[in-house]
């Protein structure tokens, strides 16, 4: 309940301080519990030189697509935050194994150009981190080389052995790589040396490359690439004790180095080995790995109540909200291909992931519903503006990859069109979570209902409480019948309409924050969501 109190506390604050501060003045600790990030894959997004990579003065001429900076205007995504994968040199299309943590990858551009997108992306208050590949290097890395070659002092940044060990990997991959008469470990690849963090001075470097990127060029935090992989213990390699330690220590490097900045891990295991990280101060956020599979599979099965005890599942794991909540990512198989391409179960999907407790990301295409299934170049296809050659991502003859064939018919130029579009829903349903701290920051209270397919969720807040309502099922539910317990909201509330459509009823709670058989709305349409306020 920590994090309520502070929101308590911070509106207070706010209220207090006439006029209210601009975005850049406010001084929160926690900037990030406000914001819905998009991620975006560099190459991808839009090509400005006709190249047929993507590059960072192409996604600075789209920015106006993903937030305008207008409050005023309808036309924009309203996303606050950015990830950009990753922007270092590096050998490889991804980008995941980087040769020099100075340089940008000449293809997108020059350390200039993405200066001045990001100062185009501050301006339109969206702030922007970056993917952050530390666990190993590229094998192009100076320091490896100078490694290989046992040149002093880099001789331990990475890990040796002189016979092979001989274990496998978590994933039963092979982890021992031969060079010379030696071997060193990487836990990915032969091309992904780990570095070695029992070293002091690898950690120093990277603090070093850390404050550089969030001091001397701006950026407003990172996104940890395989943070469970630090620091191995033997055949023990992922979150080991030693890893947790030394994010810990890591955590509070960056903090004296930028207070603000936000560092989001992936560590990709099940629930009980995600939370250490956030819980005990590692990470502000984990990316919940959990609830976007339960997510995917709860609509494709069209069980909301399942959905439901998931979600206090991991609001009773985290502290509350304290997660990145997602449907799939640049490894996954893209949420509308395993969603099996339907636009009514991309939208619930959307109004789970917009309306959840934590900071939401949407995956770069997820609003117009691109497709893609392994492998991975095939999670990654350009962007899809337009109908025309290459779906508009560049004006050159040769993109880097094919487009998905669907272009023609799928693509943000078409979507911006219909008011009924995926791409509508993303940007009503941004704007709707903006508008309504409920949704932001308020507590989750489950809430029982009397029809599985019907997904069901009070958020409470100072000043008001929300109630989401999603119908995970092909025909509509009449007079859903509803009850919770201990909401500490309590007497008579005003219902009103802030998505979708239904006649709402008045609600009145039990001294005890508890409500019994209530029925919110006459009717919730096949796969519609219909989201009350209460005051
Ligand atoms: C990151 C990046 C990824 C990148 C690398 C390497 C790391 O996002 O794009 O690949 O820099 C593991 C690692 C992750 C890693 C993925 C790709 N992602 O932990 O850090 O591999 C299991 C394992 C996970 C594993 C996952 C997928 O536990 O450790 O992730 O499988 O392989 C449930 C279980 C959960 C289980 C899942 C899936 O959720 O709870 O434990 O996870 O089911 O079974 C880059 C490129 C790639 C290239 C690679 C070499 O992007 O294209 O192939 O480099
Ligand atoms: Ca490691």
């Given at each position: 309940?920590r994090?309520?109190?502070v929101?308590?506390?911070?509106?207070?604050?706010?209220?207090?301080?006439?006029?209210?501060?601009?975005?850049?003045d406010?001084?929160?600790?926690?900037?990030?519990?406000?914001a819905?990030?998009?991620?975006?894959?560099?190459?991808?997004?839009?090509?400005?030189?006709?190249d047929?990579?993507?590059?960072?003065?192409?996604?600075?001429?789209?920015?106006?697509?993903?937030?305008?900076?207008?409050p005023?205007t309808?036309?924009?995504?309203?996303?606050?935050?950015?990830?950009?994968?990753?922007?270092?040199?590096?050998?490889?299309?991804?980008?995941?194994?980087v040769?020099?943590y100075?340089?940008?990858?000449?293809?997108?551009?020059?350390?200039?150009?993405?200066?001045?997108?990001l100062?185009a992306?501050?301006?339109?208050?969206?702030?922007?981190?970056?993917?952050?590949?530390?666990?190993?290097t590229?094998?192009r890395?100076?320091?490896?080389?100078?490694?290989?070659?046992?040149?002093?002092?880099?001789?331990?940044?990475?890990?040796?052995?002189?016979?092979n060990p001989d274990?496998?990997?978590?994933?039963?991959?092979?982890?021992?790589?031969?060079?010379?008469?030696?071997?060193?470990?990487?836990?990915?690849?032969?091309?992904?040396?780990?570095?070695?963090?029992?070293?002091p001075?690898?950690t120093?470097?990277?603090?070093?490359?850390?404050?550089?990127?969030?001091?001397?060029?701006?950026?407003?935090?990172?996104r940890?690439?395989?943070?469970?992989?630090?620091?191995?213990?033997?055949?023990?390699?992922?979150?080991?004790?030693?890893?947790?330690?030394?994010?810990?220590e890591?955590?509070?490097?960056?903090?004296?180095?930028?207070?603000?900045?936000?560092?989001?891990?992936?560590?990709w295991?099940?629930?009980?080995?995600?939370?250490?990280?956030?819980?005990?101060?590692?990470?502000?956020?984990?990316?919940?790995?959990?609830?976007?599979?339960?997510?995917?599979?709860?609509?494709?099965?069209?069980?909301?109540?399942?959905?439901?005890?998931?979600?206090?599942?991991?609001?009773?794991?985290f502290?509350?909200?304290?997660?990145?909540?997602?449907?799939?990512?640049h490894?996954?198989?893209?949420?509308?291909s395993?969603?099996?391409d339907?636009?009514?179960?991309?939208?619930a999907?959307?109004?789970?992931?917009?309306?959840?407790?934590?900071?939401?990301f949407?995956?770069?295409?997820e609003?117009?519903?691109?497709?893609?299934?392994?492998?991975?170049?095939?999670?990654?296809?350009?962007?899809?503006?337009?109908?025309?050659?290459?779906?508009?991502?560049?004006?050159?003859?040769?993109?880097?990859?094919?487009?998905?064939?669907?272009?023609?018919?799928?693509?943000?130029?078409l979507?911006?069109?219909?008011?009924?579009?995926?791409l509508?829903?993303?940007r009503?349903?941004?704007?709707?979570?903006?508008?309504?701290?409920?949704?932001r920051?308020g507590?989750?209270?489950?809430?029982?209902?009397?029809?599985?397919?019907?997904?069901?969720?009070?958020?409470?807040?100072?000043?008001?409480?929300?109630?989401?309502?999603?119908?995970?099922?092909?025909?509509?539910?009449?007079s859903?019948?509803?009850?919770?317990?201990?909401?500490?909201?309590?007497?008579?509330?005003?219902p009103?309409?802030?998505?979708?459509?239904?006649?709402?009823?008045?609600?009145?709670v039990?001294?005890d924050g508890?409500?019994?058989?209530?029925?919110?709305?006459?009717?919730?349409?096949a796969?519609?969501?219909v989201?009350?306020?209460?005051?």
């Amino acid at each position: 309940m920590r994090r309520w109190r502070v929101m308590l506390a911070l509106a207070v604050l706010l209220a207090a301080c006439v006029p209210q501060p601009a975005w850049t003045d406010v001084k929160s600790e926690r900037w990030w519990d406000d914001a819905v990030f998009y991620q975006v894959f560099v190459r991808s997004f839009s090509d400005s030189n006709g190249d047929g990579v993507g590059d960072f003065d192409g996604l600075t001429a789209k920015l106006d697509y993903l937030n305008d900076g207008n409050p005023e205007t309808e036309t924009d995504l309203g996303v606050t935050g950015i990830w950009l994968m990753p922007i270092f040199d590096s050998p490889s299309y991804h980008g995941y194994d980087v040769a020099d943590y100075y340089t940008t990858n000449v293809q997108y551009g020059s350390l200039d150009s993405f200066k001045a997108f990001l100062a185009a992306a501050h301006e339109r208050g969206i702030r922007v981190i970056i993917d952050f590949v530390i666990n190993h290097t590229s094998v192009r890395h100076e320091w490896f080389r100078a490694s290989e070659d046992q040149t002093a002092p880099y001789g331990d940044y990475y890990i040796w052995q002189e016979d092979n060990p001989d274990y496998n990997g978590p994933w039963g991959q092979e982890v021992w790589h031969p060079s010379g008469d030696r071997y060193y470990y990487g836990v990915f690849t032969a091309e992904m040396p780990d570095l070695n963090y029992t070293n002091p001075a690898v950690t120093e470097e990277i603090e070093q490359v850390s404050a550089f990127w969030l001091n001397e060029v701006g950026v407003d935090g990172f996104r940890m690439d395989g943070a469970k992989h630090m620091i191995e213990e033997g055949q023990q390699q992922e979150n080991t004790d030693a890893t947790h330690a030394w994010w810990k220590e890591y955590r509070a490097a960056l903090a004296a180095a930028s207070p603000d900045a936000l560092v989001v891990g992936e560590v990709w295991s099940p629930t009980a080995e995600m939370t250490p990280y956030v819980n005990n101060g590692e990470m502000d956020l984990v990316f919940n790995f959990s609830l976007a599979e339960e997510i995917i599979s709860s609509v494709v099965a069209g069980d909301g109540r399942r959905l439901g005890r998931a979600i206090e599942s991991q609001e009773r794991a985290f502290d509350p909200g304290n997660y990145a909540p997602f449907l799939s990512n640049h490894d996954q198989t893209r949420s509308m291909s395993r969603l099996g391409d339907g636009w009514n179960r991309a939208k619930a999907a959307a109004t789970l992931l917009l309306t959840s407790p934590g900071t939401p990301f949407i995956y770069y295409g997820e609003e117009i519903g691109m497709t893609g299934d392994k492998p991975d170049p095939n999670l990654r296809t350009p962007m899809q503006w337009n109908g025309e050659q290459h779906a508009g991502f560049t004006t050159g003859n040769l993109p880097w990859s094919r487009v998905q064939s669907n272009y023609t018919e799928r693509n943000v130029d078409l979507q911006n069109a219909d008011p009924d579009s995926l791409l509508s829903h993303y940007r009503t349903l941004i704007r709707v979570r903006g508008e309504h701290h409920a949704l932001r920051s308020g507590l989750f209270v489950p809430v029982t209902g009397d029809n599985n397919r019907l997904f069901a969720m009070l958020r409470v807040a100072e000043g008001e409480s929300v109630l989401v309502l999603v119908n995970l099922s092909d025909e509509p539910i009449s007079s859903p019948v509803l009850s919770w317990q201990g909401s500490g909201m309590k007497g008579t509330y005003q219902p009103r309409l802030i998505f979708g459509k239904a006649a709402a009823e008045v609600l009145t709670v039990a001294d005890d924050g508890s409500v019994n058989a209530f029925s919110p709305v006459g009717e919730v349409p096949a796969w519609g969501s219909v989201i009350i306020q209460y005051r």
